[in-house]
Antibody
Framework: QITLKESGPTLVEPTQTLTLTCTFS??????????VGWIRQPPGKALEWLAV???????RYSPSLKRRLTITGDTSKNRVVLSMTNMDPVDTATYYC???????????????WGQGTSVTVSS | QSVLTQPPSVSGAPGQRVTISCTGS?????????VHWYQQLPGTAPKLLIY??NRPSGVPDRFSGSKSGTSASLAIIGLQAEDEADYYC????????????FGGGTKLTVL
């Protein structure tokens, strides 16, 4: 059984950097084809893909946010960390991490999701 | 503005059939990449409902997905009250350096 859980601050101030951690079990980031990604959802709005890291350390970012995002993986600790710089109130959202199942570092499906962590950006 | 376009809402009575459309372009749905569907019940995380033309274990066969050209559809037959949720389509876009895309979501109301 694959489980993922997000953790991080619930409140950040504008211009600060947000750091979120995804801790997972039931999968290994060193297994070929495995990816772990981040998706966010502002209140009452749609899902938005942010970033994904793959088993071979390939990293992919949303074109509109790539300058602000950094994703890293710790295979030994089964963790993936997402950093987002220069936070703004419009970044207020629930942030999900998810297991991306697929055979390569393109396409594929977000098979299992964490419960999400709510982040509010406010001074 | 989502890359994939879905109707904001659909509705149907119990037992009826409903479909939810997902319209994209030649760089996403129009490619060889599959379209996937997620169900999000109120206050919960999205759950994978359909991947390509397949259902994960435990998903009733009342749910099915299809794709044609640059559009995809989710069909639900024998609508049940528990199906009331938000539904999202997702695919992969090959433009720029390639990225994952979601639809804007559709709220299904069971009358």
């Amino acid at each position: 059984q694959i489980t993922l859980k997000e953790s991080g601050p619930t409140l950040v101030e504008p211009t600060q950097t947000l750091t979120l951690t995804c801790t997972f079990s039931g999968l290994s980031l060193s297994t070929s084809g495995v990816g772990v990604g981040w998706i966010r959802q502002p209140p009452g709005k749609a899902l938005e893909w942010l970033a994904v890291i793959f088993w071979d350390d390939t990293k992919r970012y949303s074109p509109s946010l790539k300058r602000r995002l950094t994703i890293t993986g710790d295979t030994s600790k089964n963790r993936v960390v997402l950093s987002m710089t220069n936070m703004d109130p419009v970044d207020t959202a629930t942030y999900y991490c998810a297991y991306r199942r697929g055979g390569s570092s393109t396409g594929g499906v977000f098979d299992s999701w964490g419960q999400g962590t709510s982040v509010t950006v406010s001074s | 503005q989502s890359v994939l376009t879905q109707p904001p809402s659909v509705s149907g009575a119990p037992g009826q059939r409903v479909t939810i459309s997902c319209t994209g372009s030649s760089s996403n749905i129009g490619t060889n990449y599959d379209v996937h569907w997620y169900q999000q019940l109120p206050g919960t995380a999205p759950k994978l409902l359909i991947y390509g033309n397949n259902r994960p274990s435990g998903v009733p066969d009342r749910f099915s997905g299809s794709k044609s050209g640059t559009s995809a559809s989710l069909a639900i037959i024998g609508l049940q009250a528990e199906d009331e949720a938000d539904y999202y389509c997702q695919s992969y876009d090959t433009s720029l350096s390639g990225f994952w895309v979601f639809g804007g979501g559709t709220k299904l109301t069971v009358l």
